[in-house]
């Protein structure tokens, strides 16, 4: 994939720094050339033996270098490299970008570089949440630079909340979406994706919902868009911001789903990701419900429209592909293709949403696409990496290429 590109990795000051070295290993494993500055910082948690054993360069630290800089290290770094990744990016950092600071060799290249650069932040919850970080990171997007993270989780300091740096995975798939523009051969087609759970209300604060977190689903319309396709996505509640290019339709409940993608026909393709509760409380109380006595109320469900199947039944206005997902515990493929005759589409991506599969609200993915013909296991992968492979299979379906 990213044969004969150069990647510059400038690695920040940050207990994250630990997860550059697998970066660097896996940046190599898909072709890439990987040179590294190592901050001051940086050389806190990891050590540049580790850093040169498995990039296979030197690794570059002192801007006042004689060696490197008869060279002009500070510029050809920057010249050589089709991207500049800072991993972790700290506040600290970010703010020297701001400032256009140039006072060790990171920053001194950071603003001699005429490529693009990918930031990915990592810092404490409360030091991302001040305003400070906040309007650093508005004048960088500002100023065109790339940004992949942070995230929510347990940080090593001890809180939780917003600053994990993103996981290598999704670092390796911007990486690669930077660095490998693909041809708009569905340029012409109308796709519609399915993102997101849905929250099916029980009374005016509660409801009944699911663990899908919509990366999956967001990732598959970024995908079918960037490779030309008019996408419209159809989206439960998520925190996720819209795909660049992608029509976002919010939706709440399966019945509005139901009717944003029936309104979105007709369309070439559909790939159904959202998690759609199957059940719905028969009627949702007015009021709050009130806890009185020790018996908690009676709940009657009914079942929800079943999307998948009202896509992939046969009309003039069915698409000419219908992608469906499932979202299996156990007996994963088995359970899939039983599930893909039984609702009539065409393929069905099985993936495992066990806790020890990890993929419902993750950022990996496991999954197995069934077709008529049988079925193909793929290994794990980051979310956007298996969207894009499965945007690449519908392409060829749609244009009547060997798959």
Aim: aromatic share 4%.
């Amino acid at each position: 994939m990213l044969k004969d590109k150069s990647v510059l990795l400038i690695i920040g000051g940050g207990i994250a720094a630990y997860k550059s070295l697998e970066l660097i290993r896996r940046l190599r494993d898909l072709g890439a050339e990987v040179r590294c500055i190592l901050t001051a910082g940086g050389s806190e948690f990891i050590t540049a033996l580790s850093v040169a054993s498995l990039s296979g360069h030197p690794v570059y630290a002192d801007l006042f270098s004689l060696k490197d800089e008869t060279e002009m290290g500070h510029i050809r770094l920057s010249r050589e490299a089709d991207l500049l990744v800072v991993a972790p990016a700290t506040a600290n950092l970010m703010a020297k970008m701001v400032a256009g600071a140039a006072e060790d060799l990171a920053t001194t290249t950071l603003l001699a570089a005429d490529k693009p650069v990918l930031l990915c932040p990592s810092m404490n919850v409360e030091m991302w949440k001040k305003p400070s970080t906040r309007r650093n990171v508005l004048q960088l997007l500002e100023d065109g630079v790339l940004l992949v993270g942070p995230e929510a989780g347990d940080l090593a300091c001890g809180e939780v909340g917003m600053g994990r740096m993103a996981e290598v995975d999704e670092i390796v798939d911007a990486v690669v979406d930077q660095l490998t523009p693909r041809a708009r051969i569905l340029e012409g087609h109308r796709a519609l994706v399915t993102a997101g759970p849905t929250h099916e209300p029980i009374d005016p604060v509660r409801y009944l919902a699911n663990r899908s977190s919509g990366k999956q689903g967001y990732a598959m319309a970024a995908a079918l868009s960037e490779l030309g396709a008019e996408t419209v996505l159809v989206s439960g509640p998520t925190m996720l911001p819209p795909p660049a290019g992608v029509q976002r339709q919010s939706v709440e409940t399966a019945q509005e789903m139901l009717e944003a993608c029936l309104e979105a026909l007709p369309v070439d393709v559909a790939v159904c990701v959202a998690a759609v509760g199957d059940w719905r409380v028969s009627l949702d109380a007015p009021q709050k419900l009130k806890k009185r006595g020790k018996r908690p109320p009676t709940l009657k469900l009914v079942e929800n429209p079943d999307i998948l199947s009202r896509l992939s039944e046969p009309s003039n206005r069915r698409p000419e592909l219908v992608v469906g997902f499932a979202a299996e515990t156990e007996n994963v493929v088995p359970f899939a293709a039983e599930k893909r005759k039984r609702k009539g589409c065409d393929w069905i991506v099985a993936n495992d949403v066990s806790t020890a599969g990890g993929a419902m609200g993750g950022n990996t993915n496991e999954v197995h696409l069934i077709t008529e013909t049988g079925t193909e296991s793929w290994p794990r992968a980051g979310k956007a990496a298996i969207a894009r492979e499965l945007a690449q299979r519908i392409a060829h379906y749609l244009n009547h290429e060997a798959v």
